[in-house]
């Protein structure tokens, strides 16, 4: 779903400051537990989880927030999923951290199944959430293409929609892993 990122700008305002999509890009806490109060049948739908090469501009970013250099293997790992309600989806989620991380700081993350990252983000002590992150993917774009041929079979985006998406990044023990939601 979300292979080959081209590192669009992501920013750090959100869209339509008074909106309702507003309100829900720039909501704090789990955005998996807003959803299961207002979804019926909320449930996660997990697509891929595991090792996998991060593009340029991710390893990038995992570095800037890296506390101790990064040295040796600089391996990715990555889940993605849907977050639904009975009838559709709702948001497709990317999370990524480097492989290393994933054997100590983060190693939870590796045996979520269907469960919700945010139960383990918001459960877990020592968890610093940093300023969240804004973009707007074009239907024109390479991703915005790759999301609406994805979820082609499960729901029809209109052609001229624009994607809002928003990005977080979590550090645990200098470590950090990164969020990115896409809200359909």
Known sequence: LFRSLSGMPWSSSPPLARSLLARWLTVGGSLSARLNRC????????????????????????????????LGDQAGWSREVLLRDEAQPLVAARSFALRQSTLSAWRSVKGLGQRPLADLLFTTRRVRR?????????????????????????????????????????VRHGQPLVVEEYFL
């Open 39 to 70: 979804a019926a049948g909320f449930h996660v739908q997990r697509q891929r989880q595991g090792r996998r090469p991060l593009p340029r501009h991710d390893l990038a970013l995992l570095r800037r927030h890296t506390a101790r250099p990064m």
């Open 130 to 170: 940093l300023p969240l992150t804004f973009q707007c993917v074009k239907p024109q774009d390479a991703l915005g293409r790759r999301l609406r041929k994805q979820l082609g079979e499960h729901q029809a985006l209109p052609l001229h929609a624009r994607i809002w998406a928003r990005r977080s990044v979590f």
